[in-house]
């Protein structure tokens, strides 16, 4: 009876800090040969496995609020034996939101033998898997603010989507109609 009331205590006294987390419907449109066997991996936790039989997967997975790391993995394929064997990353969606442009900024890390160097190969911006390998893709969630944010930096704002300076804009106008009127002036 103590220990319970102890807790109650304790629960009302203390603010308990609950992680904020995210659902994500991932969709991956790809162009594949042969079944390639693939897995994607988010904060080290394998968040789905599949064999790509279509042009596409779709899937949910749940990640705290904070950094998030997205590994596309290929694996499985016999260098020796199954030549023709590959998948291509097309497309990556996150609920809905494309990653654009964003899918190119990675480099690609292949699954070699002991004996060859990876440090030998970089292979930036390559979405072709002919052997096993991985891209990763480091965002931060919320995931769509995050894409917001990454599409639009640097994007112009239509001067009439602001708040005015009603003093600067009569400066200005005062300003070019002063030039205006040299200019006519010079021309009779």
């Not at 639009?152 to 300003?175: C, D, P, W």
Request: charged share 30%; proline share 3%.
């Amino acid at each position: 009876m103590e220990d319970i009331e102890y807790k109650k205590k304790l629960l009302s006294t203390k603010s308990v800090v609950v992680p904020k987390v995210e659902k994500i419907t991932c969709k991956i449109f790809f162009e594949s040969k042969h079944n390639p066997t693939c897995k994607v991996v988010v904060n080290g936790k394998t968040v789905h496995d599949f064999t790509a039989t279509s042009d596409h997967v779709s899937f949910d997975f749940q990640v705290e609020e904070g950094p998030l790391i997205f590994r596309f993995i290929h694996y499985g394929k016999d260098m020796k034996k199954q030549v023709d064997k590959f998948i291509e990353l097309k497309k990556i969606y996150f609920n809905d939101f494309d990653l654009k442009n964003l899918i190119w900024e990675t480099t690609q890390v292949p699954d070699l033998p002991a004996w060859q160097n990876s440090e030998d190969f970089e292979w930036k911006s390559n979405l072709y898997f002919g052997h096993n390998g991985y891209v990763e893709y480091k965002f931060w969630s919320p995931v769509l603010d995050y894409l917001w944010k990454h599409h639009t930096k640097g994007a112009k704002v239509s001067s009439n989507m602001g708040s005015y300076n009603m003093e600067l804009l009569y400066e200005m106008k005062e300003y070019f109609s002063k030039i205006v009127k040299e200019q006519d002036e010079k021309l009779q």
